[in-house]
Structures are given as C-alpha cells and as structure tokens.
C-alpha cells in the first residue's frame, strides 16, 4: 500500500511538472509569436544587400511627419511577393500602414481609387495619392516622394548651341536622364537660349549640358541674371577638344561669368593613370572620383565612387558675393594635359598633376541663388549615368538647389545581375558530381557502415 501511495504520488508529481513546462513552452512560444508579429525584423546575407531598404528610403520614412498608407491590388495569391517588399517599409516607421486589396472582390472600391491592373501599388498621405509604377523600391519611394512634395517643380534644359538632349536616346543623349528626373517629382522642359534669351519664371533650375557652341552674349546674360537674382542653375562644361570630328568652342563669355562666381574652368584634359578605372572596365579618360567634400550635396556619397568622362579641372574661391565649396575631386594619381588636339594620351613634364577639382557648388550671400558647376558633361549620358554614384550625385545637386536636401541620399538600388556563366565542361562536372558522385558516395559510407556491425 505504501509503494503504491509512493508510485501515485511520483506519478501525480510528474504529470504537474509535465503540465507546468507544457504551459512554459506554450508561453515561450505564445511570446515569441507576439514579438515576430509586433517586431518584424529580418537579417540581409546578400553581399550586394538586395533586401535591404535603401538610405533614401529609411530618410524619408524616418522623418515622416503625417501618416502614409501604401495599398496594394492584386490576388491573393500575390500578396506574398508584395509582402517581402512592403512590409519592409512597414517595420521602418509607425506611420507607415499597408493594406492588401483583393481586386476581384473590391471591384467598386478599385475604381473609386483609380485602379486600372493588378499589381497596382497606391501611396497616399496628407490627402495626396501617388500610384507607383511597379512594385520595385525605387518605383513605391518615388511614388512616396512625390506624394510628399507640395507643387510642380521644373527642370529648364539650355539647348541650341550643342547640348545634350532629352530626347536623344543615343549613348551621347541625355533620355534616361530625362526618365530619371520626372521620376523623382520634376517635370523637364527644354529651352532655347538662342532663339530667345529669356529663362522662363516657372524654372524651378536650368541645367546647362556640355553647348559645344558659344553662348551669344545675351543668353550668357540671361542665365548671369537669373542666378545672380534667386535662380538656380547646373552648369556641365567639357574641355574645348580640337579633334577634327569633335571640335568644342571655348564658350569664353560664360566662363567669364563663372569666373566672377568663383569657379574657374581650366583648359585641360584631366585622364586618370591610377588604374581604379580597370575595375569598372574603363579607360584613363574617365576621371574616377572617391574623395569628396564636406558640401551637403556629397554628404552621403563617401560609399560610392563616381566616373567623369572627359572632364576638365577646376580652381575655386569665393567670389565678391559668393561662397564656393569643393564638391569632388580625382585621384592622385590623375594629370591633367593641355594637350586639346591630340587623341594620343601621353603624359609629358608640363602635365599637371592631380588631384583635380571637378565640380563644385556656390552660394550667393544675396537673392538665394545657387550653382553647381561640373568640369564634364557626358557623366550623365545615357552611357554613363547609371555608373556607380553618378546618378545619386546628380539628384543630389538638383534637390539642393531646390532646397529639398532632405531628400539627399542615396537612392533605391536596381536588382544587380549576377547570373552564373559556366563552360560545357564545367557543366558536365558539376551534373556528374551531383547527379553520380555525391549519391555514391553516401551510398558506399552506409554500405561502410553496414559492413563494420554486422
């Protein structure tokens, strides 16, 4: 009787912490559920961090001041693939809310919202709705910004006397960089100076891309006048090459007036001899920057380099009623030749030696106007835009001069292509050593196994 009062009471025993770690467990768990649904957090193995939000987005998320619901429509049985990005804009701030809409069963309410397809992507606050092109980061933070930013801002492209394009979608156009700055809250327009030397009030900046023709005096004297009175511009000038098929004007009136802000461009050809250029398959005749200033428009750039193709120095300080800052420079190793006629590059004693300035911006003391100056003008050509930092650089400069510096950082990554190319024979390796090789030998350790015990 006593051995089976001991047993009942072990038994008794056993079952009440069987029971209490059962509830342990399930507490454990009931927790760590509740956290994973609160504090959704996720870790980026991928060496170019193609699941991580971009420094741009995580600014603007970071500093929201209103709520912002971002909606997508499809099926259901594509919500997943909208979770693994919109999610991630969820878990960066609280004021971020995102809804998945069934298209098919919330026909009326797509339309009240202005849905047209599925996968649509909708973001609005403060009473604003944007709709983003594609479920991309670079498409729902473009749609965010420009539900954000209050009234149309216009980027006034100088054309006439050789410029780049915006409609040229040749490797020398600037296309892509038209694509680029409407999506990112600019409309662009062009205007030509030489048919009418008058910048319009609507331009928010004017940008001035590589004239290989001289400016007549009166569209020099419109652009002086419109910076020296609030405006804001970019001016992009190449060294005056004298090849026989490409021979540049000096454009002396406008570096004239450059000179009187503080930025003197000088005549040379900068060319780039430390062999950094290698790794992005270029030439010495693009400048490679990675050494940056203090100027807020190169604040987030020390991570990335950026690329010049045939860039001239420059030489800065402040003018009468300007400050002028130093926005990037080149290499060390860099000279820079005043050699303009001869396609042969070949360093000589009278070569300057670098680092060179390249660009620079200035600020006038009175009126609020600015300037960037930049020693090239094909660094945002449609061959060259999306070469590593260029791109951001460029954004950079025009939110600066449209005093949206929050917005300076930098932007959405593109998905980067790292397929695997493989010969016949590494092929062929790597069939029969998954396909035979590896199944054998797991078979031979058993049979091995097998033989030793029995």
């Keep these: 009787m006593a051995n089976n009062s001991w047993m009942k009471a072990r038994q008794t025993k056993f079952a009440a912490y069987t029971a209490v770690y059962v509830l342990i467990v399930v507490a454990v768990v009931g927790v760590l559920n509740f956290l994973a649904n609160r504090y959704n957090k996720t870790y980026d193995t991928t060496s170019s961090k193609q699941f991580t939000l971009s420094d741009q987005t995580v600014k603007i998320a970071k500093n929201l001041k209103q709520d912002v619901s971002i909606s997508y429509w499809d099926q259901p049985t594509q919500f997943q693939a909208a979770h693994d990005l919109l999610d991630r804009y969820k878990n960066l701030s609280s004021k971020i809310d995102i809804h998945y809409e069934d298209?098919?069963?919330n026909i009326t309410k797509a339309r009240a919202a202005g849905v047209t397809r599925r996968g649509a992507v909708?973001?609005?606050?403060?009473?604003?709705?944007?709709?983003?092109?594609?479920?991309?980061?670079?498409e729902v933070t473009g749609a965010l910004v420009r539900a954000m930013k209050t009234g149309d801002k216009l980027a006034c492209f100088a054309e006439g006397a050789g410029e780049h394009t915006?409609?040229?979608a040749e490797r020398t156009g600037y296309g892509q960089l038209k694509t680029l700055v409407e999506g990112n809250n600019y409309k662009t327009e062009s205007i030509n100076l030489l048919q009418k030397p008058e910048i319009p009030k609507d331009c928010t900046m004017v940008i001035v891309g590589g004239p290989s023709r001289d400016y007549l005096q009166p569209a020099v004297d419109a652009l002086k006048n419109y910076v020296e009175n609030g405006g804001k511009a970019i001016v992009m000038l190449d060294p005056p090459?004298?090849?026989?098929?490409?021979?540049?004007d000096e454009n002396a009136a406008l570096l004239g007036v450059l000179s009187t802000w503080g930025v003197t461009a000088d005549k040379d050809?900068?060319?780039?001899?430390?062999?950094?250029?290698q790794l992005y398959g270029l030439g010495p005749e693009i400048a490679l920057v990675s050494s940056y200033g203090t100027h807020p428009i190169v604040g987030a750039m020390k991570r990335l380099a950026s690329g010049f193709p045939i860039a001239?120095?420059?030489?800065?300080?402040?003018?009468?009623?300007?400050t002028v800052e130093k926005l990037f420079e080149s290499t060390d190793d860099a000279f820079a030749t005043a050699n303009l006629a001869?396609?042969?590059i070949k360093p000589s004693p009278a070569d300057k030696k670098g680092p060179f300035i390249l660009g620079a911006a200035g600020t006038f003391s009175t009126g609020g106007g600015r300037f960037v100056v930049v020693g090239s003008s094909s660094w945002v050509a449609n061959t060259y835009l999306r070469l590593a930092g260029n791109r951001d650089l460029f954004l950079n400069m025009m939110n600066w001069l449209s005093a949206d510096e929050d917005l300076i950082s930098i932007r959405p990554k593109e998905p980067e292509d790292r397929r695997l190319t493989m010969t016949r024979n590494q092929m062929a390796l790597a069939f029969y050593s998954s396909v035979l090789a590896i199944p054998l030998l797991i078979l031979a350790s058993g049979l091995s196994v097998w033989w030793k015990r029995r």
């Design 103 to 105: 298209l098919e069963k």
């Design 122 to 138: 909708l973001v609005q606050t403060g009473g604003k709705t944007q709709e983003a092109k594609s479920l991309s980061e670079e």
């Design 166 to 168: 915006l409609e040229d």
């Design 241 to 248: 090459l004298k090849f026989a098929k490409q021979n540049i």
């Design 269 to 277: 050809l900068v060319l780039d001899t430390s062999g950094v250029g």
């Design 312 to 322: 001239r120095s420059l030489e800065i300080k402040n003018g009468a009623k300007t």
């Design 342 to 344: 001869s396609a042969e």
